[in-house]
């Protein structure tokens, strides 16, 4: 098994998230749930493609991490 990152970000109305480590691999949803469910399937759509196109599928590779800001920056 391997374990993607993924980065869900908000929209104007709805959420989207996109795999780093596999470019072109997206999905939307109206919440954060329907949309990393939406993401998983399209992860594993994304891969299978990739194997009948005799592409390597990558390693993840991505690192993903959160950097504290003092609030009076912000």
């Known amino acids: 098994m391997k374990k993607y990152a993924i980065v869900v970000e908000r929209a104007e109305r709805n959420y989207a998230a996109y795999v780093p480590d596999l470019p072109g691999c997206v999905a939307t949803g109206v ?23 005799g592409l390597e599928v ?17």
Do not use: C, K, N, Q
């Open 31 to 53: 919440t954060v749930e329907e949309t990393e469910r939406h993401l998983r399937e399209a992860i594993e759509l994304h891969i299978e493609g990739m194997r009948e196109d």
């Open 58 to 74: 990558p390693d993840p590779s991505s690192i993903v991490d959160y950097l504290e800001i003092a609030g009076g920056l912000l």
